[in-house]
């Protein structure tokens, strides 16, 4: 194998969104960085099951509420 060629792994800490925070090796950053994230499993509707959120406002909810009257389904 190529010598210098592979990336520096070093120790970085992740905080999540509710606080809490863990260390592993990464290529981000630098050592001893800290990663905050914006978006975690804790929190993202993708992961807690949350999708009807996502979806109460999207075009077949519209096309719903708009012809419900109709009869139609």
């Known amino acids: 194998m ?3 060629i592979h990336p520096d792994y070093h120790w970085i800490t992740v905080t ?4 809490t925070s863990y260390k592993t ?3 981000w950053g630098s050592e001893g960085d800290e990663m905050k ?3 975690d499993p804790t929190g993202h ?19 719903n509420k708009r012809f419900a009257n109709f009869g139609i389904k």
Do not use: H, Y
Request: glycine share 16%.
């Open 45 to 63: 509707p993708a992961w807690t099951g949350g999708t009807g959120k996502l979806m109460a406002s999207g075009q077949l909810d519209r096309f």
């Open 37 to 39: 994230l914006d978006i």
């Open 25 to 27: 090796r990464s290529t």
């Open 2 to 4: 190529k010598k210098e």
């Open 16 to 19: 999540m969104t509710d606080g």
